[in-house]
């Protein structure tokens, strides 16, 4: 069982930007592979990063492409999501997965974290 506790989600304004963490603990060898998901009230989770263990593997949804960073400290075990010239589209509650692979398929996750809400609005 892999656990996850995302935490830095907060009110912003329009242009602003946030970093997102998400802490990790229990056996996370074999899910190894970390993503951050987004979901609107109403709405699937959608993938958009994802980060191997040796940052081989990074992945972005086109719409965050150039605002967004993931990272990792694996000697920390956290993962972090760089979020730069928020807008009110970003407004949503943010998902920090466990994955044996990196995947923008939330069925391929197998664990969550709780969620931490971003919203952006003047």
């Known amino acids: 069982q892999v656990q996850l506790v995302e935490s830095g989600g907060a009110l912003v304004q329009p242009g602003e930007s946030l970093k997102l963490t998400c802490t990790t603990s229990g056996e996370t060898l074999a899910y190894s592979a970390r993503g951050w998901f987004r979901q609107y009230p109403g709405k699937q989770r959608e993938g958009i990063a994802c980060i191997t263990v040796n940052d081989g593997e990074l992945y972005y949804k086109d719409s965050v492409k150039g605002r967004f960073t993931i990272s990792r400290d694996n000697l920390k075990d956290t993962v972090n999501l760089q979020m730069n010239n928020l807008d009110s589209e970003d407004t949503a509650t943010y998902y920090c997965?466990?994955?044996?692979?990196?995947?923008?398929?939330?069925?391929?996750?197998?664990?969550w974290g709780q969620g931490t809400q971003v919203t952006v609005s003047s």
């Open positions: 997965g466990a994955a044996r692979f990196c995947s923008r398929w939330p069925d391929h996750y197998a664990s």
